[in-house]
């Protein structure tokens, strides 16, 4: 019997939504994209820049033997239905999908759904609608343009760097980063005073002289001061106002990354991966259920039903007075508002009741993404802020704190905020206060802070660099490159990374850089309303930017390796420095002729532990280039084994990877097994 046919992008996501289907689908999975565009053509590009851009498409290697199995599954059955995901990406691979696979407008309809729950996927099927073309050209637009940017740029930094690659996003955040050193490197570090006064429960901090705001710039004006001031203070002033410290909406993509970066300690790419698992599908003890509504988003909103039912829940578990409101969803610039904001498929489904089906890092970010959504539905914290003045001959003092007096949102939320109060006394205006003491203290400006990850994609998101989607991948390949380095989990800039930004800087400033990026973002959207045409947009930007590309190749100086004043053993070219994503290493300058490395002693393998469990290996004791120890595979670059905590010659009796000695006891390098 035939039987219709349902083609997805996840694997995980097949099995579970089969289930709730029944016997009359066959659910299976494209595995992601099927096809990309070839490297035929001027430059590589896959397209045709003498007819608008044509692109030319080839099935992406590794895929053909499933591109025939779903030509066959097509053929086996009656009806398809396309159910990539909700987004532009996803409507991209639906439109491959029927491309290839030679579907006709009779035998598809295209189905989405924002979450992997049984009532959302059964009522998709009354939602079915044909692929929408608009959104599928703003993915093929942004796919031709960053194969443009990215093949001639990183074919121009090939030729004239040390660096890999270059790109439209990429590279406008490798400039932030960048701008940033800049900025912390100019910065001017100035001494400056502050006096403080110390009471029995309490300290004040000097603000203002003779009613002006004072700073304190040498240490004698700070000492003058203290001669001035006697220990009895005038209570002159009690200012006591309540305040509503506000829940956060729920999270969009980017919130999320940033606020796992911050709490979870978690970096933007492994959120997303943690993330997809959550919703794809998580088999608990009577069904297996998408977890969170889908990752990618811009959004703020959430479901009317959804709503409804969290009032309920706080209303019966908190108390009525819990119960908050719908913030406004406000629609900012720059924001797609295709679905709804991150939020769990139930309320009912609490993080504690599940946690046995969940590994350490999804209990953590569904936690954190199931007690958010709950909270931005909640009232708002209040607090009673209170500002006290103290006088003393013609010097103020000011001191601060406050009350919470309702928890509010805090109530579920408190864990993920800096909620503590700082109390002060029971204070009388006009009474007099004695201070065990006074003294002052030398500080020092501080230049801007460098980038973590959370702030960077903050500040890409707020200047409207890029998509939300593609922040993990972004920051993943400055990594990758060798162009920015991580220390105290902030971003510093290499060699590499300010030569390629220079580079750029110096041949296309007018096309990398924050404004260029961010209308390049609006044309995009543009196409995807259908108020622009994308073979426009292409012939309008590749007109500009060709011919730049073509100075550059042209004019750009070629940095000389630096010489290391030794000669190769093998054919006495100089030595030279280069540069890796690991790290600077010695060559032969004869390179490609000669490929002779000369041996780290720094990184020499010491200790023989025990076989690799992946390959024929040794497990063996390494060095880093700043000296610290790890334990990793001889056979490295082929095998990436690798554990910064020394294993044990065991393997772990539940995924067979190595078992290493931690702080915590003996556990397992990739799951969550205990010894």
Request: proline share 3%.
């Given at each position: 019997m035939s039987k219709k046919l349902v083609i997805v992008e996840s694997p995980s996501k097949s099995k579970t939504i089969e289930k709730y289907l029944g016997k009359d689908y066959k659910v299976v999975s494209s595995l992601g994209h099927i096809r990309d565009l070839s490297t035929s053509g001027k430059y590589g590009f896959g397209v045709d820049l003498e007819d608008h851009y044509k692109p030319d498409y080839k099935i992406i290697k590794g895929?053909?033997?499933?591109?025939?199995?779903?030509?066959?599954?097509?053929?086996?059955?009656?009806?398809?239905?396309?159910?990539?995901?909700?987004?532009?990406?996803?409507?991209?691979?639906?439109?491959?999908?029927?491309?290839?696979l030679g579907l006709k407008d009779t035998d598809y309809q295209r189905i989405v759904f924002n979450e992997i729950t049984k009532d959302v996927i059964l009522n998709s099927f009354s939602k079915a609608r044909k692929i929408d073309d608009d959104l599928v050209k703003s993915q093929e637009t942004r796919r031709i343009l960053d194969r443009i940017i990215g093949f001639r740029l990183s074919k121009l930094m090939q030729s004239k760097t040390e660096g890999k690659s270059a790109g439209r996003v990429q590279s406008v955040a490798l400039k932030l980063i960048v701008d940033r050193e800049r900025e912390i490197q100019a910065f001017n570090i100035e001494k400056y005073y502050e006096v403080d006064a110390y009471f029995k429960d309490f300290e004040a901090k000097l603000s203002t002289y003779k009613n002006e705001k004072i700073e304190i710039k040498e240490e004698s004006h700070a000492q003058e001061i203290l001669n001035q001031l006697d220990n009895e203070f005038l209570i002159e002033a009690i200012d006591k106002k309540k305040k509503d410290k506000k829940s956060k909406y729920p999270f969009t993509t980017s919130t999320l990354q940033q606020e796992a970066s911050s709490k979870l300690n978690f970096t933007s790419k492994k959120t997303m991966s943690v993330a997809q698992k959550l919703y794809e599908g998580i088999s608990l003890k009577d069904e297996t259920?998408?977890?969170?509504?889908?990752?990618?988003?811009?959004?703020?909103?959430?479901?009317?039903?959804?709503?409804?039912?969290?009032?309920?829940?706080?209303?019966?578990?908190?108390?009525?007075?819990?119960?908050?409101?719908?913030?406004?969803?406000?629609?900012?610039?720059?924001?797609?508002?295709?679905?709804e904001a991150i939020r769990p498929t139930s309320i009912n489904r609490r993080p504690e009741d599940i946690k046995e089906y969940l590994s350490n890092d999804e209990y953590k970010l569904y936690h954190l993404i199931y007690y958010r959504a709950l909270a931005s539905l909640m009232k708002d914290a209040k607090v009673e802020a209170t500002s006290v003045t103290l006088y003393n001959n013609d010097y103020r003092f000011k001191a601060t704190g406050q009350i919470l007096i309702f928890d509010g949102y805090l109530k579920v939320y408190a864990k993920y905020e800096d909620s503590k109060d700082k109390i002060l006394p029971s204070l009388t205006e006009n009474n007099k206060l004695l201070s065990e003491n006074i003294e002052y203290s030398e500080h020092e400006t501080k230049p801007p802070a460098r980038y973590t990850e959370s702030k960077l994609i903050k500040e890409m998101e707020e200047l409207g660099i890029g998509r939300p989607s593609?922040?993990?991948?972004?920051?993943?390949?400055?990594?990758?490159?060798?162009?920015?380095?991580?220390?105290?989990?902030?971003?510093?800039?290499?060699?590499?990374?300010?030569?390629?930004?220079?580079?750029?800087?110096?041949?296309?400033?007018?096309?990398?850089?924050v404004k260029y990026t961010k209308e390049m973002e609006d044309d995009l959207d543009k196409i995807a309303d259908g108020n622009l045409v994308w073979y426009n947009l292409l012939d309008r930007f590749y007109n500009d930017f060709e011919p730049k590309?073509?100075?550059?190749?042209?004019?750009?100086?070629?940095?000389?390796?630096?010489?290391?004043?030794?000669l190769c053993p093998n054919c006495n070219s100089p030595l030279v420095i280069k540069q890796s994503r690991y790290g600077k290493f010695v060559a032969c300058s004869n390179y490609p002729d000669c490929k002779y490395i000369k041996p780290n002693e720094s990184q020499k393998e010491t200790i023989e532990i025990m076989d690799c469990p992946h390959c024929d290996g040794k497990i063996?004791?390494?060095?880093?280039?700043?000296?610290?120890?790890?334990?990793?595979?001889?056979?490295?670059?082929k095998c990436k084994t690798a554990s910064w905590d020394k294993p044990t010659g065991s393997l772990c009796p539940n995924c067979q990877e190595l078992l290493v000695e931690s702080k915590s006891g003996i556990k397992c390098s990739s799951c969550d097994y205990i010894k």
């Open positions: 895929k053909k033997k499933l591109v025939t199995e779903l030509k066959k599954q097509v053929k086996d059955s009656d009806f398809v239905y396309l159910a990539t995901d909700p987004d532009r990406e996803g409507e991209a691979i639906s439109w491959h999908l029927y491309d290839t259920v998408g977890l969170i509504t889908y990752m990618r988003t811009d959004s703020i909103r959430m479901s009317d039903e959804f709503i409804k039912s969290t009032y309920a829940y706080i209303n019966e578990n908190y108390g009525k007075e819990y119960v908050g409101y719908v913030k406004p969803s406000k629609k900012t610039e720059n924001v797609q508002d295709a679905h593609t922040y993990a991948k972004t920051i993943d390949t400055l990594k990758e490159r060798a162009y920015v380095t991580i220390e105290d989990k902030k971003f510093n800039p290499t060699e590499i990374g300010i030569e390629i930004t220079d580079k750029l800087q110096e041949f296309f400033k007018d096309i990398i850089n590309v073509e100075v550059a190749f042209k004019n750009m100086e070629k940095k000389a390796p630096e010489e290391t004043g030794e063996v004791s390494k060095t880093t280039r700043k000296g610290k120890v790890f334990f990793g595979c001889n056979n490295y670059p």
